[in-house]
Nanobody, 116 residues
C-alpha cells in the first residue's frame, strides 16, 4: 500500500482552470490504471478519469473535452488538468487505482469549488 496525497484544489470561477496533483509515497508503476475520483456533497464517489501505465486515458462523459489526466511514473505522481470548470464540478477530488481490486489507502482529497 502507498499513501496518496492530493493537492491543487481551490476556489475558482466558472470557466476557470485548476491542475490537481496526486503524489504517491511509493511506486505506482505496478498499478496499471490510476484514476481521479470526486465526491460531491450527498453523492457517491465517482471515477471521472483514468490513465493506464501505457498512457491510455478514459473519461466520464461529463468531463470529456475539459479534463486531462496524466501520470509520471518516475515521480510517482498523477495529474488532472481541469479546464472550463463548471459549478457542477464542485467536489472533493481523490486519486487511487482505477480498479477496486488495487485500491490503496485513500488520501484526504482536495476540495474544488467552482462559483457561478
Amino acid at each position: 500500500q502507498v499513501q496518496l496525497v492530493e493537492s491543487g484544489g481551490g476556489l475558482v470561477q466558472a470557466g476557470g482552470s485548476l491542475r490537481l496533483s496526486c503524489a504517491a509515497s511509493g511506486s505506482i508503476v505496478s498499478i496499471n490504471a490510476m484514476g481521479w475520483y470526486r465526491q460531491a456533497p450527498g453523492k457517491q464517489r465517482e471515477l471521472v478519469a483514468a490513465v493506464t501505465s501505457g498512457g491510455s486515458t478514459s473519461y466520464v462523459d461529463s468531463v470529456k473535452g475539459r479534463f486531462t489526466i496524466s501520470r509520471d511514473n518516475a515521480k510517482n505522481t498523477v495529474y488532472l488538468q481541469m479546464n472550463s470548470l463548471k459549478p457542477e464540478d464542485t467536489a472533493v477530488y481523490y486519486c487511487n487505482a482505477a480498479s477496486p481490486r488495487f485500491y490503496q489507502n485513500w488520501g484526504q482529497g482536495t476540495q474544488v469549488t467552482v462559483s457561478s
